[in-house]
């Protein structure tokens, strides 16, 4: 008897343990999920681009005159000064003799004359905006020292008169440069006059070309690029090489139309991948007003906008960053300090609005949002979430309104 209820009663068991088991199967499990909190802290909005760096002014040495070239010794990267020989020239004989050669001559330095006063007139303008900015500068100081200014406009001064001195100095080069080229002008005039011939003693009738005089104030010429190294004929204004100073560089990003407009002179730019330690600090000093066209790599059509990267203390450029060198510049266009955010990979869109799933008492409830700033890592939160919040990220297709969730470990 006894033997018997323990067999019904293991029977029953066994029965009641088949009978959870195919319950328990039937149950919704919870769906393992990624979590992400809701936070606060600073939040910057950045354009990211690949840019180059170049040299601000650079100077192209063409010759002067037809005639045979002498070899030029110098190698890219050798240190020249002002009024040191880069080569000779010497004169072909049939433009000696050519009429045709001493009035083209004569047209050159007229049109070199005119180049100097028009290079006066820019200067003498450029050192009225320079006299301007300063005053403005200096009544900024005044202002931002009583705080009646903002910050903002007091660094939009600062930047102003810094552009002006760099335009002044622009100015005056190019000033030297057309004296330079007058002079150059004058004496490719007197060697190529047949009267002048006669009273130039045998073997010394060579055209000697020097590097411009105070080319770079302040500055150290190095030459960049040797366009005609060995010994030939060269013809009037045919490129020979090319100087400039490598520690006075600036940087050239091209950007989105799009992303253009946001970007506003004097914004800070971090410069990065450029091969040394650490990120290079920069500053926009123009974001240029045309356009281009550019096929993408996709051959995607873009237009593309030139932004002009300056490097506000240059004593701190390295000296191994030379030109034509790639950088990665990341230009911010927004900054907050305490902003509520939330990832990226937590939005979704839901209709014409985004949306999230929040995580309460361990289900999944799907919460509109408002959205503001965002860097593609994360967004400024506006409305419908607070700090604290727990929110699921790359929620995948089993994740529904009131599903069950479970943390992924």
Do not use: C
Request: proline share 6%; net charge negative; aromatic share 6%.
């Amino acid at each position: 008897m006894l033997k018997r209820w323990i067999k019904r009663f293991l029977g029953l068991l066994l029965l009641g343990g088949l009978a959870g088991g195919l319950l328990y199967s039937f149950l919704p499990k919870p769906v393992l999920v990624d979590l992400s909190p809701v936070t606060r802290g600073p939040l910057k909005v950045t354009v990211d681009e690949d840019g180059r760096t170049r040299i601000r002014d650079r100077y192209v040495v063409s010759a002067p005159l037809s005639g045979k070239l002498g070899r030029i010794r110098l190698k890219p990267g050798a240190k020249v000064k002002s009024g040191d020989v880069l080569t000779t020239i010497e004169p072909s004989d049939p433009a000696l003799l050519d009429p045709r050669a001493v009035a083209q001559a004569e047209a050159r330095v007229k049109g070199a004359r005119s180049a100097v006063e028009r290079a006066s007139s820019a200067l003498e303008a450029a050192r009225l905006a320079l006299d301007h900015a300063e005053s403005e500068y200096a009544r900024a100081v005044e202002l931002f020292r009583k705080k009646a200014i903002s910050p903002t406009d007091y660094e939009l001064k600062v930047m102003q008169q810094r552009t002006q001195v760099e335009e002044f100095r622009s100015a005056r080069h190019s000033k030297e440069i057309s004296e330079y080229e007058l002079e150059q002008a004058e004496a490719a005039l007197l060697r190529t006059n047949p009267r002048a011939a006669s009273d130039m003693p045998d073997g010394e009738f060579l055209f000697t070309l020097r590097v411009p005089p105070a080319t770079v104030a302040g500055g150290e010429l190095h030459v960049l690029r040797v366009m005609q190294e060995s010994e030939a004929v060269v013809a009037p204004g045919q490129n020979l090489l090319e100087l400039g100073d490598p520690s006075d560089l600036e940087v050239e990003v091209d950007v989105l139309s799009a992303d253009a407009v946001k970007i506003q002179p004097g914004a800070r730019v971090s410069l990065e991948q450029w091969g040394g330690d650490g990120p290079l600090e920069g500053q926009v000093r123009l974001v240029e007003p045309s356009g281009f066209l550019k096929i993408s790599a996709l051959g995607v059509e873009e237009q593309r906008v030139n932004v002009i990267v300056d490097f506000p203390d240059r004593t701190q450029v390295p000296r191994t960053l030379g030109d034509q060198f790639r950088v990665e510049a990341k230009i911010s266009v927004w900054e907050g300090d305490d902003v509520l955010q939330v990832p990226m990979s937590a939005l979704f869109r839901r209709g014409d609005s985004w949306a999230v799933y929040r995580v309460t008492d361990g289900r999944a409830v799907e919460t509109v949002v408002q959205i503001g700033h965002q860097n593609g890592r994360f967004a400024e939160v506006l409305d419908g979430l607070s700090q604290g919040d727990t929110v699921i990220i790359h929620p995948g297709d089993q994740v529904s309104d009131g599903r069950l969730v479970q943390p992924r470990i």
